[in-house]
Structure formats: C-alpha cells, structure tokens
C-alpha cells in the first residue's frame, strides 16, 4: 500500500487525477456519489478490481488544509467551506432555537471533520439491524469480524478475540492520557460503571462502562476513511475522484437507474453507470437527491412539483441523531493547552431493560455550554465539562421546498417532541453529575457550575435552552421491510433496480457512540452486496 507521506506517490495521484477529470470518461461500472466515510469505502473495494471503473463524487473539495490534518482544529471547521452548513428549523420544545446540523464537505466527509473517535456500535446495535433487515451479514458476529479481518489496524495492547490487525483503519487508544483522564475514570468507576481497556471491544458488549478513548490519529495527524480507503488507490486508472462535484439528480430508464446527473465548475453533466449507483451523501443529501428524482412520498414530492417515479413514504422520515448537552465544573487546575477531543469515554443505561447504553459522555477542557444556557449560570474564569450525549425516541423529518436542486431542504429536527426524552435527559443527568463530582476529581475540580441542584421545572429548561447536537444525523432513509423503509438488508432501494444507499441514513436507529465506524462498516457491506450479487 502506497505510503501517503510519499511526495513522488502524490505526484503521481495528482497528475494521474487530473488527466482522468479532464477527459471524463462518459461511462463507469459504478458511480458513488459522496466521499464520506462509507463512500470511500464503497469506491476503494470496487476499485481494488483493476478491470472495474469507478467514479467517486464529491462536493466538496481537498482534504489538504491543515485545519483538516490536525484533529485538534476540528472545531474552527464548522461553519466554513469545509461544512455543509445546515440549519434546522426553530424549534418550539427548545424556546425556539434553532440548532445547527453541521455535515462535512470534504474529501472523507465527516471523517475529515470530526473528533476522530473511533466508536463501532453496540452488540445490541447490529443484532437489531440484521433482524428488522432481514439479512444475517448486519448481526453482531458478522460485523466483529469485518472490524477485525478488514477494517481496524489496532495499535493498542493486542486483543486477538476482539481487536484487528492489518485493516485499512489505524485505530489507536487516545495518546498520552494525564492525571485529569486517569482520574475521571476512577470517578466513573466509583459511580458504578465498569472499566474496560478500551471503548470498544468487550465494553460494546456490555451494558455500560468507561474506558480510553480509541481515535483515528497518528503521529497526531488525523488518518480520515477518505486517506485510509481511498488515497492509496489513486494512481490507477480505474478510480476518478472528482471533487467540486455536486449530484444532482439520479437518472433512469424506467425503473432502473442509469447514470448521474452533477454539476461540476458551473456546468451540468451527466455520466453512465452500467452496473449501479450508489448515494453515499448522508442523512440529508441522500433523502433530498432520491427525492428530486421522483422516489418518496407521493404528496411530498406533488407539492414539489417532482414527477413520481415510485411512492416510498418513509424517504426523508426517521432523522434523528444524538443529542447533546453540557454539564460544567469550575477548573482547579487549567489545562495548559486544552485540546477539544476527549480522551475518556463513560456509556450508561438510564432503564436496565434497555438492550444497549443510551447515554455516553466525552470530557473537555471548556465550558460546553449554549449562550442561552451561559446567560443562566455564573461561569468561572476556568472550566471543564462532560459533553454528554443520548439516543432520543423523537423522531424529524427532510422536506423539499422546491423542484430544482438549488432549492435548500427543510430540517424539521424535532427534537424533544417525545415526552420520554425530557425523562430519559433529566435520568441520565443523575450518572453525569455522579462522575464529575466524584472524590477521585475533587484536586481537579471546584463546584458544579451547570446545572447543580436544579429542580424539575428548572431542569426542563436547562435542557430546552441547553440542547444541541452531536451531528450523527441518521435514519431518513432506513433498511428493513415495512412501508417506512426505503433500502432492503442489501441496501437495495425498494421497487426500483441499479440503485443503492451506503451511509448512515439507512440506519433504521443511530447506533451507540460516534456514527464513524459503523459508517465504514456500512461501506464494506454495500461492496460486500455488490460483489456478490452484480447488476
């Protein structure tokens, strides 16, 4: 595999990618629209190939700027170039705020903005998948094996039962944890969580726990799916990677997808595939891009003035991701050089009957905390937080408000229109503040800054003025077999043929922990299906 540091190699993926896009081929085997962290993946199995053509689109652009290869920049990235910028609409159960729903707009996608933590989802998770799907190669077994034979290059202590060696994924415990981080876990541990070596492995198979972070950095760069999958590729001949490339359209010869129509440097084009399409644009793109080319609700796409090439009602429901919030403590002791990424992580169940924890906090060296929820508390000069994180039973929906592909979607978030969550939050609360004003953080930590000893009533509006999100938008376009779903256990979508969908919007329910890895996952499987079951 090609040594991505090599300066000669990038010359050559530099001049090898600008003679491919510059005589842009007019026919493909596969199209895969969205460099994320599951189009990646997708593109590179196909492409491993040599005599399968692939084109990957992305509408983004280079992964290059070092605001993106160093991890610890992620948070200067939203609201740039590099983010999608979305804006959910103002929500009454959160005062009216509206909550920004950022999505990378990169090479690697998420994966070239996030937090770079490695999270692989519940046992309970992926069991539930391969049942509502349908489709065994979604279970628990089956997936513990692809991280292990395919995926992760562990750096950790060896783990042979539960950790890979030799994948594409470097995967690494959280470098150089401090006192700080030592202590956090023996105030989780005297809280009643069970401590693990690490947060995957055995603790995805248990009901809760706190464990070092695992991250996708190395040497402290960060190692995106898009640099893992794609990059070492990109000499060949028989992968185009074509950036500034935005999808517009899915196109079709009656039921069967054909090609892909795109805009790229002010001009529209249009390419074929001969064997099949894949949309790996994410939880709000995809729902948007199958509904502009006539599939989803009938009365949605009429008001939209789409022609209705097949009715499938559920494209565009089901959004939902974790939401957010942040409990703070005064800092006895400043971090020197605090950087925003956690190096613990602690998962919880709020009802024991639950299949797999609902809850999960990362700390940080700052105050996590909304201008609405600040205006209420006196925050200290120094703080740190537990940004804490939970699974909500609320469910949003993606609406078009017009025809043509400039026309922006509408993001009915929806976020605690289920009663259940303001409970399960005001629950979860009580792990959170056990954590953090434990003895074993005592030299650490002055008094609880937010909430403290809040009543009820008080706490229902820390939690409406407090709310955000983790960005791990999933669902709109969910697996399974009853009439919400739009994909089948293969990632088919229903009713029409040569199309398919590989990102987190098939999840029929966000999984537990940070959506990266299982978005991996879920790019292998779709490459999985389409090797087995060619078009």
Not at 61 to 86: C, H, I, K
Not at 190 to 204: C, H, V
Not at 265 to 294: D, F, N, W
Request: net charge neutral.
């Amino acid at each position: 595999m090609a040594n991505i540091n090599d300066k000669d190699f990038a010359e050559r993926v530099r001049r090898n990618q600008q003679n491919l896009s510059s005589d842009l081929k007019s026919r493909f085997d596969y199209i895969v629209c969205g460099a994320g962290s599951s189009g990646c993946v997708v593109a590179a199995r196909l492409a491993a190939d040599p005599d399968t053509h692939v084109l990957l689109l992305e509408a983004g652009g280079s992964d290059e700027a070092e605001m993106v290869t160093n991890p610890n920049r992620w948070p200067m990235t939203l609201g740039t170039e590099l983010d999608w910028g979305f804006v959910a609409q103002p929500n009454p159960n959160l005062n009216g705020r509206a909550i920004r729903y950022s999505m990378g707009k990169v090479l690697g996608g998420g994966s070239g903005i996030n937090v770079s933590t490695w999270s692989r989802g519940h046992r309970a998770d992926w069991d539930v998948y391969a049942t509502e799907s349908g489709e065994p190669a979604w279970g628990y077994e089956r997936v513990l094996n692809l991280y292990r034979h395919a995926i992760e290059d562990w750096a950790g202590q060896p783990d042979v039962g539960q950790r890979g060696a030799g994948g594409r994924v470097h995967v690494q415990p959280a470098a150089d944890p401090g006192p700080f981080d030592c202590a956090l876990l023996d105030g989780a541990e005297s809280a009643g969580l069970q401590r693990f070596p690490n947060a995957n492995g055995r603790m995805m198979e248990a009901d809760g726990g706190c464990a070092p972070v695992d991250e996708t950095v190395r040497d402290g760069k960060r190692r995106s799916i898009f640099r893992s999958y794609v990059y070492p590729l990109m000499a060949q001949p028989n992968i185009t990677v074509l950036t500034g490339a935005l999808a517009t359209r899915i196109r079709f010869d009656g039921r069967r997808a054909i090609g892909i129509e795109f805009q790229h440097q002010g001009k529209t084009l249009r390419v074929q595939a001969t064997r099949e399409v894949i949309l790996s644009v994410g939880a709000i793109h995809t729902p948007k891009l199958l509904m502009q080319s006539g599939i989803g609700d009938e009365a949605e796409l009429t008001r939209a003035r789409i022609p209705v090439l097949q009715s499938l009602p559920g494209v565009g429901r089901n959004l939902h991701d974790h939401v957010a919030f942040g409990c703070v403590w005064e800092s006895k002791i400043p971090a020197a050089n605090p950087a925003p990424r956690s190096k613990t992580a602690c998962f919880w169940k709020t009802v024991p009957a639950l299949d797999a924890p609902n809850f999960y906090a990362y700390s940080t060296q700052v105050p996590n905390i909304t201008p609405e929820s600040a205006a209420r508390f006196d925050l200290p000069n120094a703080c740190w937080s537990l940004v804490v994180g939970m699974r909500p039973s609320s469910r949003g929906a993606i609406h078009l408000t017009g025809p043509n592909p400039a026309d922006p979607v509408k993001i009915d978030a929806n976020y605690l229109a289920n009663p259940q969550d303001l409970k399960d939050l005001i629950g979860g609360l009580s792990m959170c503040r056990a954590i953090g004003n434990a003895a074993a953080l005592r030299r650490f930590t002055g008094r609880e800054v937010a909430p403290d000893s809040l009543g009820t009533p008080e706490l229902e509006q820390f939690f409406r003025n407090g709310l955000g999100t983790f960005w791990h938008q999933s669902g709109t376009a969910k697996m399974g077999h009853d009439a919400m779903s739009v994909v089948d256990g293969q990632l088919k979508v229903h009713a029409v043929n040569g199309l398919r969908v590989a990102d987190a919007s098939i999840l029929p329910r966000v999984t537990t922990g940070n959506t990266m890895a299982p978005c991996v996952v879920i790019g292998e499987q779709a490459a999985a299906f389409l090797r087995q079951n060619p078009a």
